[in-house]
T-cell receptor, first 112, second 115 residues
Framework: SQQGEEDPQALSIQEGENATMNCSYK?????LQWYRQNSGRGLVHLIL?????REKHSGRLRVTLDTSKKSSSLLITASRAADTASYFC????????????FGKGTKLTVNP | GAVVSQHPSWVICKSGTSVKIECRSL??????MFWYRQFPKQSLMLMAT?????????EQGVEKDKFLINHASLTLSTLTVTSAHPEDSSFYIC???????????FGQGTRLTVV
């Protein structure tokens, strides 16, 4: 399977705490993207980090990428109850029509 | 961001019938669209890549005669599940990109239940 792994599979924290999710992938990539999915809904793009970048910030989000380890992390700072959702990383594969290979996801629950 | 509309959001059909799902890019032209399948509490599995005006490229293990994909215009791709069976019940999601690379925009998904 080309799918990567995400760690942890589930995470439960209190509002105001930080949430860190990790992702590993198997292929060579052009970029790595993080998406959010509310239950039973489509995915919303959060942030994209290119293969030549190591860290990127967007609001309360911080993403790191280590291509030597084929891993990425997503940090959500000062979490809110509204951040409760599943978070997926997606590795954009090199070559041909760029495909997104999704990790298994982390289900984040932020308790008020 | 760009908007991708998927219709219907849910459908119930009888075994043996066919179901068509539409995916439209509302405010941009999508050269490439993707169809995914998602089982409960699992990740998205890519089924096929659809390029406008050409045949779809199916992932290994996906039956192209069962999951018919048509990408007739730069704003519309359709997935038809033919002769549906209960095991085809799943959440199907499409996505579209402005160009061949970069951010993908996702539809709301279609919950298919085959009874």
């Amino acid at each position: 399977s080309q799918q990567g792994e995400e760690d942890p599979q589930a995470l439960s924290i209190q509002e105001g705490e930080n949430a860190t999710m990790n992702c590993s992938y198997k292929t060579s990539i052009n970029n790595l993207q993080w998406y959010r999915q509310n239950s039973g809904r489509g995915l919303v793009h959060l942030i994209l980090i290119r293969s030549n970048e190591r860290e990127k910030h967007s609001g309360r989000l911080r993403v790191t990428l280590d291509t030597s380890k084929k891993s990425s992390s997503l940090l959500i700072t000062a979490s809110r109850a509204a951040d409760t959702a599943s978070y997926f990383c997606a590795a954009a594969t090199q070559g041909g029509s760029e495909k997104l290979v999704f990790g298994k996801g982390t289900k984040l629950t932020v308790n008020p | 961001g760009a908007v991708v509309s998927q219709h219907p959001s849910w459908v119930i059909c009888k075994s043996g019938t066919s179901v068509k799902i539409e995916c439209r890019s509302l405010d941009f032209q999508a050269t490439t669209m993707f169809w995914y399948r998602q089982f409960p509490k699992q990740s998205l599995m890519l089924m096929a890549t659809s390029n406008e005006g050409s045949k779809a490229t199916y992932e290994q293990g996906v039956e192209k005669d069962k999951f018919l994909i048509n990408h007739a215009s730069l704003t519309l791709s359709t997935l038809t599940v033919t002769s549906a069976h209960p095991e085809d019940s799943s959440f199907y999601i499409c996505s579209a990109r402005l160009t061949g690379k970069g951010v993908a925009f996702f539809g709301q998904g279609t919950r298919l239940t085959v009874v």
